[in-house]
C-alpha cells in the first residue's frame, strides 16, 4: 500500500500530526533560519539606506565649507560671517537629514564589518591544528635542548 500521508501546507504549524518529530523539527528550523536571514537583509538594508544619507549629508557639508571658502577669498564675506554661515547650513543639514555624525552610526557599521569579515575567514580544522600543535611542540623542545646545551657548554668553558 503507498504511503498516502497528507503533507501540510504550513511550514511551522508545530501541531501538525502528519509530520513526524524530525520532519517538524526540520521545518521549525528552516523557518528560523528564514527568520534570521530576513532580519539580516532587513537590518543590511537600514545600514546601506543610513550610510547613503550619510554620504550625502558629508557631500553636501563638503559644499557648503567649500563655498564658505570661496566667499572669504572674494572678499564677500569676512572668516567669522562665514564660520557663522556654515554652522548654519551644517545644522540645517543635520535636522533635514536627522543625522549627526555620532559614534553610534560608525560602531554598528563596524560591528556589520565585523561579522561580514568573520564569515570570510577560513578556520583550520581539528585534525591541522592538532598538526600545528605538534609541530610547534616539537620545534620548542629542539631549540630548548640546543640552548641548554649551548649554555652548558659555555659553563664549562670558564
Known amino acids: 500500500m503507498a504511503n ?3 503533507l501540510s501546507t504550513k511550514v511551522n504549524d508545530p501541531i501538525d500530526s502528519n509530520l513526524s518529530y524530525k520532519d517538524r523539527k526540520k521545518t521549525d528550523k528552516i523557518s528560523k ?3 534570521i536571514n530576513e ?7 537600514l545600514l546601506k539606506e543610513k550610510e547613503d544619507k550619510r554620504e550625502q549629508f558629508l557631500k553636501l557639508v563638503k559644499q557648503a565649507k567649500l563655498d564658505c571658502k570661496d566667499n ?3 572678499g564677500k564675506m569676512s572668516k567669522v560671517d562665514a564660520k557663522i554661515e556654515f554652522l548654519k547650513v551644517k545644522t540645517g543639514l543635520e535636522t533635514k ?3 549627526k555624525a555620532t559614534a553610534g552610526f560608525r560602531f554598528k557599521a563596524l560591528i556589520f564589518g565585523i561579522g561580514k569579515e568573520f564569515k570570510r575567514v577560513h578556520w583550520s580544522t581539528r585534525k591541522k591544528m592538532a598538526m600545528d600543535f605538534i609541530t610547534i611542540m616539537i620545534i620548542i623542545i629542539v631549540l630548548s635542548l640546543l640552548f641548554l646545551g649551548l649554555d652548558t657548554l659555555w659553563m664549562k668553558l670558564k
Do not use: A, D, G, P
Not at 532580519?39 to 538594508?45: E, F, G
Open 72 to 74: 572669504i577669498k572674494s
Open 4 to 6: 498516502t500521508r497528507k
Open 39 to 45: 532580519r539580516k537583509l532587513k537590518v543590511k538594508n
Open 33 to 35: 533560519q528564514r527568520e
Open 97 to 99: 537629514y536627522e543625522f
